[in-house]
């Protein structure tokens, strides 16, 4: 199982995301953050694994596409939102596995059929998809159809609450999509990566946890929990 370490970019800064509400996001400056500037934030925690969101681009405007590309340079594999709105943005930045967001990608669901390539994230907000409103277990139902080469449940109402996990609720995720999925969003330390692994997903994209100490940065520097 990989533990993917999450970044938020705003302003040329690391910024700490909390419940999706974009307008006060800070840079992220406390735990054990040396330093909100990303290439320096990046050397001291050392990730394995990268996600990147690129909080400019998601909201129309201008890419860090230069910064994203320096931070993805640092780690062996890095996941990239940019907030993807046709299947030409998956090819904008080299070296990167595109995640493209049901927030931004397409208008109908059918729609997302047109992508070949990348992860899909399935972005979550008060228990339903965004825009379209329906369950996360509905969308990856859907989402086995189409061509990405995994999901990931992004659930933007809990990401920075440490709110944590519900077992029965990943339990019927993982029931509903075949391929890899990842899950972000409210994760609160050791036991919840222990329940995502045991419901068979593949890989926990944290953040404020590590900062909290409630899961090891050894974890994040290795890619796996121990």
């Known amino acids: 199982m990989e533990l993917i370490l999450a970044v938020d970019l705003a302003d040329g800064l690391v ?7 974009r307008a006060g996001y800070r840079p992220l400056t406390w735990g054990i953050a040396p330093s909100a500037e990303p290439e320096a934030y990046l050397s001291a925690l050392a990730p394995r694994y990268l996600y990147i969101a690129d909080l400019e681009s998601i909201q129309g405007r201008t890419p860090q596409d230069d910064l994203v590309r320096r931070c993805a ?3 062996e594999r890095c996941y990239l939102d940019r907030g993807t709105r046709s299947p030409a943005g998956c090819t904008a930045v080299r070296g990167v596995i595109p995640v493209v967001g049901t927030e931004t990608a397409a208008t109908t669901i059918k729609d997302l059929a047109a992508y070949r390539a990348g992860y899909l994230s399935i972005d979550v907000k008060g228990g339903r998809v965004l825009p379209w409103g329906i369950r996360p277990a509905e969308m990856l139902s859907r989402a086995s159809g189409f061509s990405f080469e995994g999901c990931i449940i992004l659930n933007i109402s ?9 077992a029965e609720d990943l339990e019927e995720m993982r029931a509903c999509y075949p391929g890899r999925l990842l899950y ?19 890989g926990a994209i944290v953040a404020t946890a590590v900062h909290r100490g409630t899961v090891p940065l050894e974890w994040v520097r290795r890619g796996t929990p121990c």
């Open 158 to 166: 809990t990401v920075g609450t440490e709110q944590g996990l519900v």
């Open 15 to 21: 910024v700490h995301g909390k419940s999706g509400d």
């Open 73 to 75: 340079a640092r780690v």
């Open 184 to 202: 972000g969003g409210g994760v609160a330390g050791a036991d919840d990566i222990h329940l995502l692994a045991d419901a068979g997903f593949e």
